[in-house]
């Protein structure tokens, strides 16, 4: 399955031209694209969906989307083990 997931914007660099972010999903952290939202900031949450931030969320309902995600073991599913 590939969802859209929200995850928080831990830092932003430039790699090779490309706008890059790490981004914490609920304690598994990733690299995400953030070319399609450029003015995402750090502390922000940001939804994902393969690799590429495709737009902002506000804090409450990404806490409330992962901590829902993580009681029907979907986070699990998508990163694997914590």
Do not use: W
């Amino acid at each position: 399955m590939c969802l859209a997931v929200p995850g928080q914007v831990k830092s932003i660099s430039e790699r090779d031209g490309t706008l890059m972010a790490d981004v914490d999903f609920g304690g598994v952290r990733k690299d995400v694209c953030l070319q399609y939202v450029p003015d995402a900031v750090v502390g922000e949450y940001v939804v994902v969906h393969v690799g590429f931030a495709i737009q902002r969320l506000d804090e409450d309902s990404a806490k409330q989307t992962l901590a829902n995600f993580e009681q029907l073991g979907i986070l699990e599913e998508e990163f694997g083990a914590k």
